[in-house]
């Protein structure tokens, strides 16, 4: 994890080399890149939950025996 002169020593790092005017405009556009990512991550989740319970009912329904 970063400590708080690590992320000090970044930060002026990204505003030396952007300058203060785009400054807000990075933030903005990684903002938006963090939420996509999210997204796209809570998808894949639901997807892979929605594809066990889908093997769950298929290996339940086949171990039952049948009359």
């Known amino acids: 994890m ?3 002169s690590e ?11 952007f300058g203060a005017k785009k400054l ?3 933030a903005k556009g990684l903002g938006k890149g ?5 997204k796209a ?3 894949i989740e ?5 594809a066990g319970d889908d093997v769950r009912k298929k290996e339940n329904s086949s171990a039952s025996p049948k009359a």
């Open 24 to 26: 807000p405009e990075l």
């Open 7 to 17: 992320v000090v020593v970044i930060f002026l790092v990204i505003l030396l080399l």
């Open 41 to 43: 991550q809570n998808e």
């Open 34 to 38: 963090m939420k996509e990512f999210k």
């Open 46 to 50: 639901e997807e892979f939950t929605k």
């Open 2 to 4: 970063l400590g708080t």
